[in-house]
């Protein structure tokens, strides 16, 4: 089914999602395109994680006209597969304008967060590629798992990031990202349209392989619209009500200075009404 029909089916249906949530209608956002637009990196533990955690690119992209590279750290654990997920994932990204590059042929294997220990030379070579990919693609903004998120290679992929970022002694802002376990202190809430709501769902589904095995693709809508629920009381504070998102996703952001932590970004609620800029990186 051609981009546009695949878009217009599931704009329909998101429709009367927002409508049950009681949601208003999306209102226009005007992008603000940057002279100087920034790079974002999204290291993937997995094939299809840039389409369930990949709002905030896609905004940035869209909005101010930032690049954004999907970094394939993984293929997935099944060798057989990796040829069809490598596809798919390239097929994905271009429903989503994202630029995608995958780490050494196939991926790396076993990128756990307990490898380190295991395996400390695979290890020191899984931080060594990263660095390489960090270095080369200067990014301002890198999304990456939370430490917490209950995945094997989620946590691994989360520490070989902050390791890399340590050992490049990097200077950019990590947005911590979450699915498997949402994660405690998030800090960013990014609401998504109805449309690019529909686009980050369409670009899913092109992981057939994945969702012939689990339609999580269709249980998406209710994990964006969760993270109204979640975002509201815990950036605005408990009681409070939420904002009137249909749909959103939650990060916490922290700005690193020569690969290192050194502030949390302030809390913030990204609605879609006002374009994104690189002053949302800012402490």
Known sequence: MPLEADL?????????????????????TAPALEAAPGHCLVFA?????????????????????????????????????????????????????????????????????????RDPTLWTAHVQALVDVLAQHQ????????????????????????????????????????????QAHPNTL?????????????????HTGEIERNPYHLRLPAFLADAVRRGGELLLGAGEAPPDYAFATLYRLVAYRAGQPVAELPRRLL???????SALLTP
């Open 139 to 182: 990014p301002r903004l890198v999304l990456a798992p939370h430490a917490l998120d209950d995945n094997p290679s989620h946590r691994g992929v989360c520490r070989a990031v902050m390791e890399a970022l340590a050992a490049l002694r990097a200077d950019t802002v990590l947005a911590h990202t979450e699915f498997w376990s949402t």
């Open 45 to 117: 533990p997995h094939p299809d994680d840039e389409c369930i955690v990949g709002a905030l690119p896609l905004r940035l992209k869209q909005e101010a006209g930032w690049r954004v590279t999907n970094v394939a750290v993984t293929l997935g654990s099944n060798p057989d597969r990796r040829d069809a997920r490598w596809a798919e994932l390239q097929d994905a990204c271009s429903v989503l304008g994202f630029d995608c590059v995958r780490v050494g042929t196939d991926g790396l294997s076993d990128v756990r967060a307990d490898t380190a220990e």
């Open 271 to 277: 609605p879609a009404d006002r374009p994104l800029s």
């Open 8 to 28: 217009a089916r599931w704009g329909e249906h998101l429709t009367q999602f927002a409508a049950l949530l009681g949601a208003p209608p999306d209102r226009h």
């Open 190 to 206: 990014v609401q998504t349209s109805l449309a690019d709501t529909a686009r980050l769902i369409t670009a899913l589904e092109r």
